[in-house]
């Protein structure tokens, strides 16, 4: 059996990304399980990227599209916020999503979240928040980080993410994610993957059981 995690990301300014990046090192650790970075589609034309002073996107990551999310077992979706929630690139995505929740077709499929703000009190659980109700129309399954790693729960050292998810806090200069964010990110990557096999291998087995019942 093998089982297949999407890490869909949106990133202006690449530290998303190389928290994506680090969630994918943690999910390689667990096996058979095949974790692939995808990028949520910009919306902002050119021009205002631009004047924003944003990297080009890498080309080497696929654009995330609703028939992936649906074929894939789990999503970690990666969230810079704005004001205080998820951005419109990520709604927009969402909103796209229509003739899925028509269908079920996400209903069971896990799902979760890491964040960035660029303070420490910028929104990283509010933009979680805001990302419930679309779990919850399409029944898909909320995996909070909880306390996966030791540093969500300690004071000694400035971090973005929490239980809601790894994350960093951006600020102004190029030293985030720390390697301590990262750390954490790799810790959801693992657990996230984790819990993706163990569902799988669940209904794969009640299935199994169902069906000699039914015998
Ligand atoms: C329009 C806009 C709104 C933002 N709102 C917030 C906010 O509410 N709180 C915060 O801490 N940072 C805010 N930021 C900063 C971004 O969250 C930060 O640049 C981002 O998390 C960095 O991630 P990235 O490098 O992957 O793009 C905002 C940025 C923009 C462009």
Known sequence: MSATFAIAYYSTYEHVYKLAQAVKRGADRVPN???????IPETLPQDVLD???APPKPANVPQFTPDVLTKVDGTLFGIPT????M???LKAFFDSTGGQWAQGALRGKLAGTFFS???QHGGQESTAYVTLPFFAHHGMTYVPFGS???AVTSTREVIGGGFWGAGTVAGGDDVRPSPLELEI???????????????KRGEQELALLEKARAQ
């Open 82 to 85: 704005r004001f205080g929630m």
């Open 87 to 89: 951005p419109a690139q």
């Open 51 to 53: 004047k924003m002073h």
């Open 117 to 119: 703000t660029n303070t």
């Open 33 to 39: 399980v095949d974790a692939q970075l995808y990028q």
């Open 148 to 150: 996966g790693h030791p």
């Open 185 to 199: 990110a790799e810790a959801q990557g693992e657990q996230f993957a984790r819990a993706i096999w163990a569902h």
